[in-house]
Each structure stands twice: as C-alpha cells, then as structure tokens.
C-alpha cells in the first residue's frame, strides 16, 4: 500500500469567508523588514478573509515575510484599515497569491465579526 500524504493547515480560526467575486481595494507598504516606508498605494484583492488574516491576490511582486501593509475596504457598508503582514506568497497567472496576517492592535476582531455577519446575511 502507498503511503499518503496529507498537508496538514494549522489554523486557529473558526472560520474563513470567501467572497464569490474577489473585494478590489488598495494597499500600502508600511515596513520591509522593519524599516518603515512610505509609497503610494497599489491595488490588491481579497480572496477570503477570516478574523485573523486574508488571502490576497496582486499583481505586483512583494517582498516575504517581514513586510507590513495597510489595506484600505469596505465590507457591508463598513469601512477598514488594517495592517497586517504578508507571510507566504505564491505565483499565479496574473500576479501572486500572498497571505496576510492581521496585526492584533489595528483592528477589533468583534467588530470585523459582526460586519462579516451582515455582510454574509446580505448576500445569501
């Protein structure tokens, strides 16, 4: 018998929502390997999004682990500033594929929770 392998996720979370049509938003660079920066700001989309991070997709090349950015959205009529940092990056066909993991300090998980509920109530 062969052996299987399985990958094995080791998520903390209880959930992750992932959106039909990617949410089109804007990022800034804050820090690369703790030097801060100051950039304009690029677009970038979220793929899904959970309380403690998000998948995103650019179209630029970004520099892994060790940078922060401020991504800029709306979600249900919610605006959000979070900052967080990327923390694994991928190729895809039209750019990269990065995940973010949100900084506790910029932002409550509670209110993120009760706007992902009325966003998910609005769109079933």
Known sequence: MKNQS??????????????KEPIQTTFTILQIEDKEV???????????????GAKLTCKLSLPVPNTVISIEYSLA?????IHGELIWKKDAS???????????????????????????????
């Open 6 to 19: 399985k990958k094995v996720f080791k998520r903390n979370e209880g959930f992750r929502l992932s959106f």
């Open 38 to 52: 100051t950039n304009k700001e690029g677009e970038i989309r979220i793929v899904d999004i959970s309380l403690k």
């Open 77 to 81: 009529k919610e605006p959000f500033f």
């Open 94 to 124: 039209e750019g990269f594929i990065y995940g973010i993991q949100f900084l506790s300090s910029s932002y409550s998980e509670e209110t993120l929770l009760q706007t992902l509920k009325k966003y998910v109530n609005k769109n079933k």
